[in-house]
C-alpha cells in the first residue's frame, strides 16, 4: 500500500515536472529576442483574402532606450532592406467655419481595404564623422494610393508615399539603437498621373488643353484647365523602438506630413498626417 502511494506521488510529481519545462520552453520560444509575428510560415492560399499581407512584422526585441546596437562607424554603409510600412491612424487639417478657431486635424477613416502598406523598401544608411546617421530610400514599393474620409463626410484621396526619403539623426549616436530617429523629407507625387484625363476630356500630356467657351481670354480659365502635375514635399520620421543585433531587424512608428491630391492643380489639397508602425531588417 505504502509502495503504491509513494510510486503514484512519484508519478505525479515527475508529470508536474515535465508539464513545467515544457511550458518554460515553449514560453522561452515566444519570447525569444528574434521571434517574429507576422506572415512566416503562412501560405499563400492561407494569407489570401484574409488582410494579413497588409500587416507588417513585428519583434520583441529590446524596447525603447535598450542597449541593443548596431554600429554603422563614419564611412560605413549598412543597408536596409525589407521594409515596411503600415499606417494605424490618419488626421486631414480641417478649416473651421468659425474665423476666430484656427484650423485643426481631424482623426479620418480609412475606406482603402487591405491595401494601404507600403512594402519591400530598401534603403541605405551611412555613418557620417559627427557620429550622425544618413538614410536615402532608394527602391522598393513606396508609394500607396489610399482614400480617407473625414467626420463631415468629405471623401480625401492621399498618394501615401516614402519616395525618395533623405533623413539623419542627431550627432554621436554611432549606430543604430532603440533611441535612434531618422527624420528628413520624402518627394510626393501627384495622385493621377499626366496622362489622366478629367470628365470633360482635359488632362496635360493627353486630351484637350481647355474646355472653355473662349480659350484665348487665359486670364478668365478655369484652374482645372491648368494642370500641373509637379511634385511636393513632405516630412517624414521614423522612431526605431525595437531592435535585434543578432538578427539585424527594427521596428518601431513613424510619422508622415505629406499633402492629398490636388486632382492635378484643379484644387486645394489638404494637409495630412499619418501615423503607424513600421519593420525592417539592417544588413551591416
Not at 18 to 32: R, T
Not at 53 to 71: E, Q, T, Y
Request: aromatic share 8%.
Amino acid at each position: 500500500m505504502e509502495f503504491r502511494m509513494f510510486t503514484k506521488k512519484t508519478f505525479t510529481k515527475a508529470i508536474f515536472t515535465l508539464c513545467i519545462s515544457l511550458c518554460m520552453l515553449v514560453a522561452g520560444g515566444l519570447f525569444s529576442a528574434n521571434a517574429i509575428a507576422g506572415t512566416q510560415g503562412l501560405t499563400y492560399a492561407q494569407i489570401r483574402n484574409t488582410g494579413l499581407a497588409n500587416k507588417c512584422p513585428d519583434i520583441l526585441g529590446a524596447s525603447r532606450g535598450g542597449r541593443n546596437f548596431i554600429p554603422i562607424a563614419a564611412g560605413e554603409s549598412a543597408q536596409i532592406t525589407e521594409l515596411c510600412l503600415e499606417p494605424t491612424s490618419f488626421f486631414v487639417k480641417e478649416e473651421s467655419n468659425n474665423k476666430r478657431k484656427k484650423a485643426e486635424f481631424v482623426a479620418s477613416k480609412l475606406l482603402t481595404r487591405s491595401t494601404s502598406s507600403l512594402d519591400f523598401v530598401k534603403a541605405t544608411v551611412t555613418g557620417n564623422e559627427d557620429g550622425s546617421l544618413s538614410l536615402v530610400e532608394t527602391d522598393g514599393l513606396d508609394y500607396q494610393p489610399i482614400t480617407v474620409k473625414m467626420p463631415g463626410g468629405e471623401l480625401v484621396a492621399i498618394l501615401f508615399t516614402i519616395k525618395g526619403f533623405k533623413a539623419t539623426t542627431t550627432p554621436g549616436v554611432n549606430g543604430i539603437t532603440t533611441s535612434v530617429d531618422f527624420i528628413g523629407s520624402t518627394d510626393v507625387p501627384t495622385y493621377r498621373g499626366s496622362g489622366f484625363i478629367d470628365p470633360k476630356g482635359r488632362g496635360l500630356a493627353i486630351g484637350y488643353d481647355s474646355a472653355e467657351a473662349l480659350p484665348a481670354k487665359r486670364n478668365g480659365f478655369d484652374n482645372r484647365s491648368i494642370k500641373d502635375d509637379s511634385t511636393s514635399k513632405g516630412t517624414f520620421s521614423l522612431q526605431v523602438a525595437k531592435l535585434n543585433a543578432d538578427t539585424g531587424e527594427i521596428a518601431g512608428t513613424f510619422e508622415c506630413e505629406q499633402t492629398s491630391d490636388n486632382d492635378l492643380g484643379g484644387v486645394e489639397p489638404k494637409e495630412v498626417i499619418i501615423r503607424g508602425i513600421f519593420y525592417g531588417r539592417v544588413n551591416a
